[in-house]
């Protein structure tokens, strides 16, 4: 599995949007790039899945660019209940492993 | 998308004995997960659980301490045994779904405290 670099944590506020970058520079070709929320007491959530370019859900947007070495989640207009730690995955078929994750915090 | 019922929510327990926890699936799935989340920390995952073979245990976990079995495609336990302190944690099962098996869904989790 591709190892997988993102920010410790990050502060917003309300309202903002707010964008995770994840560096994976080791991306293998089959692999796809998904990314989790997890609130407090909670398990992780799917939030978003993509392999190239953009993708648009109710909940976020990912972009991934060309060489698929990194990607962004975008959460837009965030509010206080998107605190929470956001975790970047890449793979495909093997076990999800998760790294540490980026705590956001939006402030009011 | 699966819904996944983790029990118990929680538990506390006295060292040296076990605890077992369930984790049912709402349809029938071939792989599940069990992770471990100290607080503060990122999931780690102790083992893969396939139904009618043994499950796959990660690095540092072994199948004495944390037997798992898979008697069917909705079901799956975890035991953590002997336990001490140090296992205080909390566990999830978890089920990937859809076509790429990084997406999966997750139960609630057990917060187990060791005393």
């Known amino acids: 599995l591709a190892k997988t670099t993102q920010p410790i944590s990050m502060d917003s506020y309300e309202g903002q949007e707010v964008n995770i970058t994840c560096s994976h520079n080791n991306i293998a070709t089959n692999d796809y790039i998904t990314w989790y929320q997890q609130f407090p007491s909670q398990g992780p959530r799917f939030i978003i899945q993509?392999?190239?370019t953009k993708v648009t859900n109710e909940v976020a947007s990912l972009f991934i660019p060309a060489d698929r070495k990194s990607s962004t989640l975008s959460l837009p207009r965030v509010s206080l209940s998107d605190t929470a730690v956001y975790y970047c995955l890449v793979g495909r078929d093997d076990k999800i492993i998760f790294g540490k994750g980026t705590r956001l915090h939006i402030l009011p | 998308s699966a819904v996944i019922s983790q029990k118990p929510s929680r538990d506390i327990c006295q060292r040296g004995t076990s605890l077992t926890i369930q984790c049912q699936v709402d349809?029938?799935?071939?792989?599940m997960f069990w992770y471990r989340q100290q607080p503060g920390q990122s999931l780690t995952l102790i083992a893969t659980?396939?139904?009618?073979?043994?499950?796959?245990?990660e690095s540092g976990f072994v199948i004495d301490k944390f037997p798992i079995s898979r008697p069917n495609l909705t079901f799956s336990t975890l035991t953590v045994s002997n336990l001490s302190p140090e296992d205080s944690s909390i566990y999830l099962c978890?089920?990937?779904?859809?076509?790429?098996?990084?997406?999966?869904?997750f139960g609630q989790g057990t917060r187990l405290t060791v005393v």
């Open positions: 978890s089920s990937p779904e859809g076509t790429v098996n990084t997406e999966a869904f």
């Open positions: 659980a396939n139904q009618g073979s043994e499950a796959t245990y």
């Open positions: 349809s029938q799935v071939t792989m």
């Open positions: 993509g392999y190239k």
